[in-house]
């Protein structure tokens, strides 16, 4: 089997890669950073990501597996005093795995002809840089509302426990093929009105923002996809959907997801 570790720089962490690797070329593993069929992830939620940002055009064929050298993380099951165990799974392997959802981004400029793409793990938010932002909001190429606020976040199911919760948005399952739209400090009054909760989205439907300029002809808008930020950009729409991408985990001992949402918001408290 071909392999790839992808580690963030913490000590602790980098000590767990060391023992990992000569782990793995004891079993004589094949170390390949290039076309690997399984990248184990050492340190935590945000180091999948990254790992999944620079493994993204090859999500086809490679299946990723979790290491968390801290607190349990959404995507990460083991731990990283279970490395021995971990090696003997990956030894037994027999290739199946779990996927998830993705989120399909598709942005279109004033000044440019042709749109620019993005994959999102978790979600995609678009914000303006300084006082309200105008956006009319389609759903399947309906016009729904015209929104006023700080902004909007659209995510995955695994990525509703992020962002999306912290604006009140829906947890949910990861099983289900979906994404959300949740509205960030909504304008409701007698003049302006949006229907100020958040929305499930069906995967053969899509959103599509278009925000408005203020008044001095400036949108000044913030977009971000996942941690990645872009400023200043011109841009005429966005259209959200569910990406033909997936995300793979190999399931030798995935967590399940109640259980990973149990520990990480509410703890032990309510256990026996």
């Not at 808008?221 to 985990?249: G, M, P």
Request: include cysteine; charge should be neutral.
């Amino acid at each position: 089997m071909r392999v790839a570790i992808f580690a963030n720089m913490g000590r602790k962490t980098q000590a767990v890669k060391q023992k990992l690797t000569r782990k793995f070329q004891e079993r004589h593993f094949i170390i390949d950073e290039v076309t690997p069929e399984v990248v184990v992830t050492i340190g935590g939620d945000g180091t999948l990501l990254s790992a999944f940002y620079h493994y993204r055009q090859q999500l086809e064929t490679i299946r990723f597996v979790g290491v968390h050298t801290g607190h349990l993380g959404f995507y990460t099951d083991w731990r990283d005093d279970e490395i021995d165990d971990l090696v003997i799974s990956l030894q037994s392997d027999n290739r199946q795995s779990v996927s998830y959802p993705l989120l399909d981004v598709l942005v279109h400029y004033n000044n440019q002809e042709r749109p620019q793409r993005f994959l999102a793990l978790n979600e995609s938010t678009l914000k303006r840089a300084s006082s309200t932002m105008v956006t009319d909001v389609y759903i399947g190429g309906e016009l729904f509302e015209r929104f006023r606020g700080d902004g909007l976040c659209i995510s995955t199911p695994t990525g509703s426990t992020g962002y999306n919760k912290s604006v009140g948005g829906a947890v949910v399952h990861p099983d289900m093929e979906v994404m959300q739209i949740a509205e960030i400090s909504s304008i409701n009054n007698k003049v302006f009105r949006t229907l100020s909760s958040p929305m499930i989205i069906a995967s053969n439907d899509w959103i599509t923002l278009k925000p408005m300029a203020s008044r001095e002809n400036k949108q000044d808008l913030l977009l971000t996809v996942d941690s990645n930020s872009y400023h200043d950009h011109n841009i005429r729409q966005i259209r959200y959907k569910i990406a033909k991408e997936r995300i793979k985990f190999a399931k030798y001992r995935h967590t399940h997801f109640w259980h990973r949402v149990q520990e990480a918001f509410i703890g032990d408290e309510y256990g026996d």
